[in-house]
């Protein structure tokens, strides 16, 4: 198929602006020409990302990294969000349809008490923290964000999971009137990841609802998203409508769409090297040298007792 021959173009060379360049051209030449007229998408709008509001009251957290910042223009123009396109520039033009009020978070599944939580009381769960986080994309880019949220932990407690509660599935929404690229088969819809329990109840991993002090921008994922720092950037779901505690291993967009190159767990791995490019090295976006990828992307201290026992090169 046409969109997924130009996506599947190595990750690894989009950092060259040259590459960057022919693949965007690829894709809106032969892809989004059509996609344009077929589904009657409307133009993109070129609006610079507009700075939102800030919330008054964060308190700093201890799981947090001291290092530079990767600029705000960077971290919310460079992304991947593909329910709104599959360039890096996409989601900040296109971002903008999404509706964030009114949104509820389901959750359900292994839980003594299921509920539907309105956005606006999650907020309120606070205080919230500011955590500035190593985070890598498994194409080969990492970034250094100071995120806004609470542990998920905090969700858990509040439904009460049951002993029976193995692993957490995570569910982006899929609304193709707000989001123009559910009704191309980029990927299995709705994005769908899923974490192991106890990975889940790390407090490293994050429910983040914005980021640089300010309101979650929504080609960043708004309004609540999942970061897991020591994971590939693909595990951390964006625009999260549905939390589910369940018995099983669930199967992860990803892990339907490329079996063979994403595996569930994802840990970053500098050691094991994706089917088509090396882990080994990584570039922060702003900076030209390439840095050496860290173990479990420089969490190993907190989170490597996680696997303990278990052989990361078939788990990748
Ligand atoms: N729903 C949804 N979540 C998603 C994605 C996506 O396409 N859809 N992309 C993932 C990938 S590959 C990465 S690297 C990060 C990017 O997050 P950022 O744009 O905030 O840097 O989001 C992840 N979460
Ligand atoms: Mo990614």
């Given at each position: 198929m046409l969109i997924k021959t130009a996506i599947d173009i190595p990750p690894s060379e989009i950092t060259d602006p040259d590459l960057f360049a022919r693949r965007r051209h690829f894709i809106q030449g032969a892809a989004a020409s059509a996609l344009a007229s077929g589904f009657g998408l409307p133009a993109l709008a070129a609006a610079a990302p507009q700075r939102g509001e800030r919330f008054p009251d964060i308190r700093k957290s201890q799981w947090t990294v001291d290092e530079k910042l990767t600029p705000y223009e960077s971290v919310t123009t460079y992304n991947n969000f593909y329910e709104f396109g599959p360039d890096k520039d996409d989601p900040a033009k296109n971002a903008h349809r999404l509706k964030t009020r009114p949104w509820t978070i389901t959750v359900e599944g292994e839980v003594k008490r299921p509920q539907t939580f309105v956005i606006e009381d999650v907020l309120k769960w606070a205080p919230l923290e500011e955590r500035i986080y190593r985070f890598r994309c498994v194409e080969g880019w990492s970034m250094v964000v100071p995120w806004i949220g609470f542990s998920f932990s905090e969700i858990a407690r509040r439904v009460?999971?049951?002993?029976?509660?193995k692993y957490v599935e995570f569910v982006s929404l899929a609304d193709a009137e707000q989001m123009p690229y559910v009704r191309v088969p980029l990927l299995d819809w709705p994005y769908v990841e899923g974490l192991r329990i106890d990975e889940a109840m790390h407090p490293l991993t994050l429910l983040a609802v914005g980021l640089y002090g300010e309101v979650m921008p929504k080609q960043n994922g708004a309004p609540l998203r999942l970061i897991v720092?020591?994971?590939?950037?693909?595990?951390?779901?964006?625009?999260?409508v549905k939390i589910r505690f369940v018995r099983d291993m669930p199967r992860s967009s990803w892990m339907k769409s490329a079996p063979q190159e994403y595996g569930f767990y994802s840990n970053v791995n500098p050691e094991v090297p994706h089917p088509r490019w090396s882990q080994a090295q990584e570039r922060r976006l702003g900076e030209f040298l390439k840095r050496k990828t860290l173990p479990f992307n420089g969490y190993a201290e907190q989170v490597a007792a996680l696997y303990a026992g278990m052989d990361l090169r078939r788990n990748y």
């Open positions: 009460e999971i049951t002993g029976n509660a720092p020591w994971k590939y950037g693909f595990k951390s779901a964006k625009s999260i």
